[in-house]
C-alpha cells in the first residue's frame, strides 16, 4: 500500500519543527561537497529561529510541510510576486525552497511538494515560475528539468565565505 503524503501549511508555532527540518535538510544535501566551517555558519545564520520567524511573517511567503505518518519529512517556500531580479511583480513566483529528508529520497514526496507549488501559482495566476539551484546538484536539476524548467541565467549564491554559482531556472504557465 502506498504511503499518503499529506501537505501542510508552516505556521509560527511550527518554527522550532522548521528550523530542525531546514537544518537537517540542507546539511545531507550539501555537507558532503562543502566545508564544515562554511556549513556551520550558513546553517546558524540562515535557519537561526530570527531569520526563519522573519520570513514565516513575509505576506508574500508561503511554507508548507509534507507529511508522512504525521512527521515532517520534507518542506517547501515560495515567495509570490518575486521577479528573478528581485522586483516585485504578480506574473512571478519564485520556489525558494524545496527539501526533503534523504531517507525519503525517491518515494514522490519532493513532486508532491512541487505540484503543489505549481498549483499556488496556477491559483494566482502566474504566468512565470522560477528558482535557483546550484550548478553541482545535477540531480535536482534533472528534476527541474522533468517539471519543463529551463536555465535562464545565474547568480552568485554564498555559503559561509565560499561563493558559488546558482542556475536560475524557470517555466512558463501560459
Do not use: C
Not at 84 to 90: E, N
Not at 140 to 164: C, M, N, P, T, V
Amino acid at each position: 500500500m502506498k504511503q499518503e503524503v499529506i501537505i501542510q501549511p508552516i505556521t509560527i508555532h511550527d518554527l522550532e519543527t522548521l528550523q530542525q527540518l531546514s537544518r537537517q535538510t540542507f546539511f545531507e544535501t550539501f555537507a558532503h561537497q562543502n566545508t564544515e566551517a562554511n556549513m556551520t555558519h550558513y546553517l546558524e545564520t540562515a535557519f537561526s529561529l530570527e531569520k526563519l520567524s522573519e520570513e514565516l511573517l513575509e505576506p508574500d511567503a508561503a511554507f508548507f510541510f509534507s507529511l508522512w505518518n504525521d512527521e515532517p519529512v520534507g518542506y517547501l517556500k515560495i515567495i509570490l510576486n518575486k521577479h528573478p531580479d528581485g522586483h516585485r511583480d504578480p506574473r512571478y513566483m519564485e520556489i525558494e525552497r524545496i527539501y526533503v529528508r534523504s531517507t525519503f529520497h525517491g518515494k514522490g514526496v519532493a513532486g508532491i511538494l512541487f505540484e503543489k507549488a505549481l498549483s499556488i501559482a496556477r491559483n494566482n495566476l502566474i504566468g512565470y515560475v522560477w528558482l535557483g539551484v546550484w550548478e553541482h546538484n545535477p540531480r535536482a536539476i534533472a528534476f527541474y528539468s522533468k517539471y519543463g524548467f529551463s536555465a535562464f541565467g545565474k547568480h552568485d549564491f554564498f555559503l559561509g565565505e565560499d561563493r558559488q554559482t546558482d542556475i536560475l531556472m524557470g517555466v512558463s504557465l501560459n
